[in-house]
C-alpha cells in the first residue's frame, strides 16, 4: 500500500507491506508517517486477518512514525532496531532474530548504511528491502563501509524477490544488488577524481560529481558523498576531519 507522501525524496511515497501466512496472521511493515487515511486503508486492507506485529526498518520520518499509534490500535508489538524520531520499539530486535507471523518466520537482517538502525526482513527468499535498496533508484548512504558490506551480506543467499520501501518490486535480487555495488563504486572512484582536480569541501564535490541530478536533490547527494569520504578516509587515500578535505602523503 502507498502511503499518500509522494516527494523528491520518497519518490510515489513509503510502500507499506501486509506479509500475511495465507491464513488469518498478518505483520504490517513501515506504515509510514503520520497520516489518518493511510492507517484507515492499512485497517481496511487487513480486515478481518489478525495483525501480530508491526515491523520497522528503519526510523526515518517517512516509514517510523505510525508505527507505535498503530501497533497500540492493533493491541500488538512494535519490532525495530532502537529508538528513533517519534519510534519507540515495544520490541528491539537486530541480526538473526526471527519473528512468527502465522506459520511464517521472518528473519531480521542488520542492513547499517543507509542508517545505522536499518534492518531488512526476510521470508524465504523473499526480502523486504526499507530504503537498503529501492525499487528505480540508488539510495542515500550515511556510511558507505557499512552499507556495502551490507550488500555484499546479501548477495548470492538466494534471494528471488525484493520488496522496497520506495519504488516497483524487483525480480533478479543478484543483478539489483550488483548494479548498486558497480554504481557505488563508480561514485567512489568520481568523489576521488573531484578532490584530485581540486575539490576541497562537500559542497564542491557534489557539484562535480552530481552535475546532471536534480539540484533539488543535491542535499541527499551531499549525505552520500559524505558516506564516500569516510571510506576514504578508512582506505587512507585522504584527510578529513569534516572540514577541508585534501589528498593523504603518500
Known amino acids: ?76 508489538p512494535a519490532l525495530g532496531y532502537g529508538s528513533g524520531p517519534h519510534f519507540e520499539p515495544d520490541v528491539v530486535v537486530g541480526e538473526s532474530d526471527q ?14 548504511g543507509h542508517a545505522d538502525d536499518h534492518l531488512c526482513f526476510r521470508v524465504g527468499n523473499v526480502l523486504f528491502t526499507g530504503d537498503h535498496i529501492m525499487g528505480g533508484s540508488s539510495v542515500m548512504v550515511e556510511t558507505m563501509g557499512p552499507y556495502l558490506r551490507s550488500l555484499e551480506k546479501l548477495r548470492h543467499t538466494g534471494l528471488e524477490r525484493l520488496y522496497p520501501g520506495h519504488g516497483e518490486e524487483m525480480d533478479e535480487p543478484d543483478q539489483v544488488i550488483d548494479w548498486y555495488v558497480a554504481h557505488r563504486m563508480q561514485r567512489h572512484a568520481q568523489v576521488l577524481e573531484a578532490i584530485r ?13 552530481y552535475a546532471d541530478v536534480d539540484r533539488s536533490l543535491h542535499v541527499l547527494a551531499a549525505q552520500s558523498v559524505n558516506g564516500h569520504l569516510g571510506l576514504l578516509v578508512e582506505e587512507g587515500l585522504i584527510t578529513w576531519n569534516g572540514g577541508e578535505i585534501a589528498i593523504s602523503d603518500p
Open 1 to 76: 500500500m502507498l502511503a499518500n507522501n509522494p516527494g523528491p525524496f520518497t519518490g510515489p511515497g513509503t510502500n507499506t507491506w501486509l506479509l500475511g501466512d495465507g491464513a488469518d496472521a498478518v505483520a504490517i511493515i513501515d506504515p509510514g508517517p503520520l497520516d489518518p487515511r493511510h492507517a484507515e486503508a492499512i485497517a481496511s486492507r487487513v480486515g478481518s486477518r489478525k495483525v501480530e506485529s508491526v515491523l520497522v526498518t528503519h526510523t526515518h520520518i517517512d516509514h517510523a512514525p505510525m508505527a507505535n499509534p498503530l501497533a497500540k490500535e492493533f493491541g500488538v
Open 197 to 209: 582536480g581540486g575539490a576541497t569541501s562537500t559542497e564542491g564535490i557534489v557539484e562535480t560529481v
Open 99 to 112: 519473528a512468527r507471523i502465522g506459520d511464517l518466520t521472518i528473519t531480521v537482517i542488520h542492513t547499517p
